[in-house]
């Protein structure tokens, strides 16, 4: 059984950095490739950032590009989003997500598991 358990997120003001970890048990992280989504109070989900089973290639939304960076370790089973510059918008749930065959990686219908979810707060 596949199961993603993410640490980190909380409370921070704004201009400030927070760090996201997921670690995937049950299947090799080299299984999937990953990505995190985040839903804003009273919005929808949206695509923050996706990599590669093998780290080779990453995508960002426009909205974090430049300023959130994700990364894997395959060895340790986890997943990272460093978060940089953080701004009230940023606010939001944040969730990791792993799929093991993507066409789209900005799609959240392309992704088998997810992580429980951890708040992120921005305080201006």
């Known amino acids: 059984q596949v199961q993603l358990q993410q640490s980190g997120g909380g409370l921070v003001r704004a201009g400030r950095s927070l760090t996201l970890s997921c670690v995937v048990s049950?299947?090799?992280?080299?299984?999937?490739?990953m990505a995190w989504f985040r839903q804003a109070p009273g919005k929808e989900r949206t695509f923050a950032a996706a990599?590669?089973?093998?780290?080779?290639?990453?995508y960002y939304s426009d909205s974090v590009q430049g300023r959130f960076t994700i990364s894997r370790d395959n060895a340790k089973n986890t997943v990272y989003l460093e978060m940089y510059n953080l701004q009230p918008e940023d606010t939001a749930v944040y969730s990791c997500?792993?799929?093991?065959?993507?066409?789209?990686?900005?799609?959240?219908?392309?992704?088998?598991?997810w992580g429980q979810g951890t708040q992120v707060t921005v305080s201006s």
């Open positions: 997500a792993a799929g093991a065959n993507i066409n789209w990686y900005r799609g959240a219908r392309e992704y088998d598991y």
């Open positions: 049950g299947r090799p992280l080299s299984d999937f490739a």
């Open positions: 990599i590669t089973w093998n780290g080779g290639s990453t």
